[in-house]
């Protein structure tokens, strides 16, 4: 009984549950975010042709604010503030702008669209990726947990799987 055990049960609770904190990963979170952000701004500039608070001649739209989405890739979920605008078009009607970096209903990046496509076509059972993405996918409860699982839905593996 000369093993010290207690090293061991030290590095498995550090390593444990949402207590584990890495300072670099939530950086690089911050700066993805930042990015993806600024992205979408350029975008809107050059949808609007001017920037922020900038006033212009002839102006095609109008921005109105933000709203807030969700975007799950390889570097983990991210909440975004992605802006919003009302373009004109020549007859005077109004459109709503839309984003071609960030599309409509978009919560995850090709990237991880791919990653779970190629676990599943791997041969890998949805309750497998589940367990395997649960650190891409926090906060998705498994079955029985009153929570929608990754696999749950329409042809499930969030819609990549067979209809």
């Known amino acids: 009984m000369d093993k010290n055990s207690s ?14 904190f890495d300072p670099i990963e939530a950086g690089l979170r911050g700066r993805i975010r930042g990015l993806i952000e ?7 500039e050059a949808a609007l042709g001017r920037g922020r608070y900038e006033r212009a ?7 109105h604010g933000h709203r807030r989405r969700q975007l799950t890739g ?11 605008a009302r ?5 005077g009607s109004t459109r709503e702008w839309r984003s071609a970096v960030l599309p409509r209903y978009a919560r995850r990046t090709r990237q991880a669209e791919a990653l779970i496509a190629s676990a599943y ?4 059972n949805t309750r497998r990726v ?9 906060g998705r409860g498994g079955q029985g947990r009153g929570e929608p699982g990754l696999a749950q839905g329409k ?3 969030g819609g990549l799987g067979p209809a």
């Open 57 to 63: 001649g002839g102006a095609v739209g109008h921005r």
């Open 7 to 20: 090293r061991a049960l030290a590095e498995q609770a550090l390593f444990a549950g949402e207590a584990w």
């Open 38 to 44: 600024e992205m979408v701004e350029q975008e809107l």
């Open 155 to 157: 042809g499930g593996l």
């Open 130 to 138: 589940q367990r395997a993405l649960a650190a891409l996918v926090p």
């Open 74 to 84: 390889s570097f983990g979920p991210v909440e975004l503030a992605v802006p919003r």
């Open 87 to 91: 373009l004109q078009a020549e007859d």
């Open 121 to 124: 076509l791997a041969g890998t």
